[in-house]
């Protein structure tokens, strides 16, 4: 076994169920499933509509017959029309960034945090968390769900948490020196990050850092990319992936093997479909996941579009765990980026730009990461009678545009204003969004 740890410890024993096993234990979730969102109203429809019911759900394959779920259909249902439990059994609600500003939410019962905690605790003990190491997160601790999904799961494995959040880089390579910290637990860029300030500081930050371990998620990275981290922080990394909407982190995750992320297929009935035509594709392509949460109470959802392309590896694990593997994020199906861990559609920067009098609907977004942070430069056209040599002028107009992108993506950008006709026109698809990012 290619195994990057000197033991590797299976946290449960769900993950390594027969195909058979896990495949009765799926049909059996995905009934319960249907019959808990046939009292939601959205569903309800749906599954009229399609002449489905529970009764119809034989085996984990029946998902096919479902309806599909799409990003559009919970911002639709804002703010919790898709509940399936009575509002007084929430015991937390999470989001993540929606087009108008207001969030999409992902709802917990008390029963699903736990099942929240104990699918983190798989993951990060298949990458090295033991019972008495530190483990500290410097994720957003707030709606996102990277904060506190990690932290519990932590907890879970009985490791100490040190919730340091994000910023503040320089407390945070003290508060990891001085800790003596085992685990980091952040966005791949922001390890860079951490790595470049230590430099900064005049320490070598692969000997002078304690780490040992990273898990690193919530927006895409290449083995490039591990390479460098492991190689300036001194650490094993491992990859895990997740998303809000069916949970947060702790949809999967690497193991020791380090060949591709665990799916939890226990807890989610994943499918890899080609995007255009929406039928499976044969192990190992690439395809869009689709993910239909099997044991979620307050919010369950069929057949969740993620967007997001992978492959999907059906060969079981030399690390013994049977569930299938899914490969890195190489992409996405539609257009959204993903800006210092925020999700950012093009849209939300076009209609901040269009609330500022003076800008025109010409516009391109530049999205690159020269350090190791990401930054996004908006260039927009400004209309022929607002646009002016006068620096103040233009500097109150960027500043009202900064504003606008501030409050609708959460995110901060440089605005670069040109005069009218400086832009490219485009005669099919526009293609305003240049990603200079590996
Ligand atoms: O990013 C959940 C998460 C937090 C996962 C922390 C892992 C660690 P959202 O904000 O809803 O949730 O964003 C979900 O992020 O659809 C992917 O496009 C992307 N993403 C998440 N993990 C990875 C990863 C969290 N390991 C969106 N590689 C998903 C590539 C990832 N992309």
């Known amino acids: 076994m290619a195994t990057v740890l000197e033991d590797d410890v299976v946290w449960d024993k769900a993950e390594c169920l027969s195909r058979d096993e896990l495949a009765a234990l799926q049909a059996r979730r995905l009934k319960q499933t249907v ?5 939601v109203p959205f569903y309800q429809k749906k599954l009229a509509e399609l002449g489905i019911s529970e009764e119809d759900i034989a085996s984990a394959d029946d998902v096919r017959q479902l309806p599909l779920t799409v990003k559009d259909d919970l911002r639709g249902a804002y703010p919790l029309d898709l509940l399936a439990v009575d509002r007084s059994e ?15 939410f992902a709802v917990y019962t008390k029963k699903d945090l736990e099942t929240w905690s104990h699918l983190c605790a798989r993951f990060l003990t298949a990458g090295g968390l033991r019972a008495g190491h530190f483990a500290h997160i410097a994720f957003g601790y707030g709606l996102f769900t990277g904060g506190f999904g990690l932290h519990y799961g932590v907890e879970r494995v009985g490791a100490g948490v040190i919730p340091a959040a994000s910023g503040n880089t320089r407390r945070q390579i003290t508060l990891l020196r001085d800790l003596d910290t085992e685990t980091i637990i952040c966005t791949p860029s922001y390890a860079l990050n951490i790595a470049e300030v230590a430099i900064e500081e005049g320490l070598d930050p692969a000997k002078d850092l304690p780490m040992k371990f990273g898990h690193f998620g919530g927006e895409p990275w290449t083995e490039d990319m591990r390479v460098r ?18 949970m947060g982190p702790g949809v999967a995750g690497e193991c020791c093997c380090r060949s591709g992320m665990h799916l939890q297929e226990d807890h989610f009935l994943v499918e890899c479909v080609d995007p255009q035509t929406l039928e499976p594709v044969t192990p190992g392509s690439v395809g ?3 993910i239909t949460t099997l044991t979620k109470e307050a919010m369950p959802v069929l057949r969740y579009r993620t967007r997001d392309l992978c492959v999907v590896h059906d060969e079981v694990c030399d690390c013994g765990r049977t ?8 992409g996405r199906s539609d257009d959204m980026l993903i800006i210092r861990g925020v ?8 209609e901040a730009l269009l609330r500022v009098e003076g800008t025109t609907p010409h516009y391109e977004i530049e999205v690159d990461r020269p350090g190791n942070l990401d930054r996004v430069k908006v260039s927009v056209e400004v209309s022929g009678e607002m646009f002016s040599d006068r620096m103040t002028d233009m500097n109150v107009l960027k500043r009202a545009i900064d504003k606008e992108i501030r409050t609708i993506t959460g995110i901060g950008a440089q605005i670069d204003l040109v005069g009218p006709q400086s832009l490219s026109r485009f005669e099919g698809k526009a293609k305003r969004v240049v990603d200079k990012r590996v």
């Open 35 to 39: 019959q808990r969102v046939s009292h």
């Open 343 to 350: 999700n950012v559609f093009p849209s939300q920067i076009e």
């Open 90 to 104: 929430i015991a937390r609600i999470h989001g993540s960034s929606g087009t108008t500003g207001k969030p999409t």
């Open 288 to 290: 869009e996941l689709v």
């Open 323 to 330: 569930t299938r593997r899914m490969g890195r994020v190489i």
């Open 229 to 246: 981290i492991e190689n300036d922080l001194g650490i094993t990394a491992f990859n895990n992936y997740g998303l809000s909407e069916v």
